[in-house]
């Protein structure tokens, strides 16, 4: 490795001290908090096996809903298998609030790109809540990405709102991450002119960032994914949704069937890594806080614009660097692959995917398929070529992945 990378390293290190301070105080948290639930809830062996068939009185699913929904905050929660993405998931607990003739309001732009043909916005997909008559309605954030707390006010009042979405992570937006507080501020103002409406964060890669979750400051419903943050790397997938017991239930009938709701659902996998990683999330995500956080220390040193900036706060897992040019965009996805501990030998190439209009490039060499919640980085290629880099189960192997992906865009 070029000795520039190595010695860059050492000053952006010292510079982050306080940083990373802050983030192991966060974890520290966050993990007691954690040790406290699975002390009380008396955590054992026992709960660890797998079940089949029915899979009715479930020990180990229901304990670790329990400790799940405990841990949000909240009443109950269902974390299934099930779930075959986040996506689902939150789908499935905005379908739980909503009837025909209902509208979803979206207070944070346009929800996430996947989301958009369970609305009915793209495709023509039978099952939308377009297809069930939901109708649809959107709050675009500001210039600046704030949420536009005056019109959300306005819009959430009408009597046939019964559901409005908050997106707490950037995703793949140039927008800025909300914090927990923001969302909680955004609760009480809908919650004020429409009562009967209810709250649904979608809480991808947000969870165990900050010591507080959306469910504690008014969120009716939380998803989100297994694969990233709450997984702590080890559970290989899924999804849950966590919130008020009445509409959790109503999530359960809309994934499994009216009268059955969350009763049943086996995994003859055992529920181990359940327990193991999610006890694991507060400390794998401070992981891949540092690590994220390395990569855009060093990049502003070499002149690059990076969003958020070293030294911001932070609200989730995501980074994003302009790199300018497709070749630079290139090389770095290639040096986070060439560093990563599966699929090290392979190249990535931009390639033409489903859903996108310009061709798109990725790098994931991850023990879970498509976890982001490991060192992962990708972008469009287009202008201003931008890498979105999350992930890193250890923040020594994060380190080595961002120094590759420099070294290899300085060369
Ligand atoms: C990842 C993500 C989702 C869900 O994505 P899946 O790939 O379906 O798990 C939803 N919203 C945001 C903001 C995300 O980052």
Known sequence: MDKRVTELAEKVEAKLKEKFAKIDRTALTNTERLLEIYRENRVSANMFAGTSGYGYDDLGRDTFEKIFAEAMGTEKAIVRNNFVNGTHAIATAMFACLRPGDILLAATGVPYDTLQSAIGLTGDYPGSMKY??????????????????????????????????????????????????????????????????????????????????????????VAGSLIKNPGGGLIATGGYVAGKAELVDAAAMRLSVPGIGGECGSYEGGYRLHFQGFMNAPHIVAQALKTVIFCAG?????????????????????????????????????????????????????????????QVIMAAGTFVQGASIELSCDGPMREPYTAFMQGGLNYELGKLGVMNAIDMLLK
């Open 298 to 358: 060093m990049l502003e040193e070499l002149g690059y614009k990076a969003s958020p900036a070293s030294g911001e706060e932070r609200y989730d897992i995501i980074q994003s660097v302009e790199l300018g040019k497709p070749e630079l965009l290139e090389k770095f996805c290639r040096g986070i692959q060439f560093a990563s501990p599966v699929d090290s030998y392979v190249t990535p190439i931009p390639w033409d995917m489903p859903g996108y209009e310009d």
């Open 132 to 221: 069930y008559g939901v109708g649809y309605d959107e709050v675009p954030l500001f210039e600046n990405g704030e949420p536009d707390l005056e019109t959300i006010k306005a819009k959430a009042a009408d009597k046939r709102v019964k559901c409005v979405e908050i997106q707490r992570s950037r995703g793949y937006a140039n927008r800025p991450t909300l914090s927990v507080q923001k969302i909680g501020e955004i609760c009480d103002i809908v919650h004020a002119v429409n009562p009967e409406a209810k709250v649904v964060v979608d809480n991808c890669y947000g969870e165990f960032v900050q010591e507080i979750e959306p469910t504690m400051v008014g969120a009716d419903l």
